[in-house]
């Protein structure tokens, strides 16, 4: 299979609202088809993981949002940029570590522009 069909059927499937596309600073697109519509979502900083978590309803953001700024939201994206549980008490094993890369050095995570200290 080309690599153009896999583009267009990723479109089509977009286009279906199927999957919801994410874009990122570095160029590139995830895809989320578990949950093909608006919704929070939180990016681990180190691995690029992304969690999906089960919070409530943001239609009440987007009213008050409508009626303070007397715009009508068309579509929303609320992303939060963290550590993963993986990560954030330092819970992997060294073998571990060392087979994902980590030598202790500073690592940039997903978003190359701006840098994250390792805390391994």
């Known amino acids: 299979m080309s690599l153009a069909t896999v ?10 609202g199927e999957i919801l596309e994410l ?4 160029g590139n697109n995830r895809y989320d088809g578990n949950r093909p519509y608006p919704h929070p979502h939180l990016v ?3 691995c690029g993981k992304i969690l999906d978590p089960d919070l409530g309803s943001l239609e009440h953001m987007k009213e008050e949002l409508s009626r303070e700024t007397g715009s009508r939201v068309l579509n929303n994206r609320l992303d939060f940029f963290g550590v ?4 954030g008490d330092s819970r992997l094993s060294l073998i ?5 890369g980590f030598r202790g050095e500073q690592y940039t995570g997903i978003f ?3 840098s994250y200290e390792n805390t391994f």
């Open 7 to 16: 583009y267009r059927n990723i479109q089509l499937i977009k286009s279906l």
């Open 23 to 26: 874009g990122f600073p570095d």
């Open 44 to 46: 681990c900083v180190q």
């Open 84 to 87: 993963c549980p993986d990560y």
């Open 96 to 100: 571990r570590k060392r087979e994902l």
């Open 112 to 114: 190359p522009e701006r």
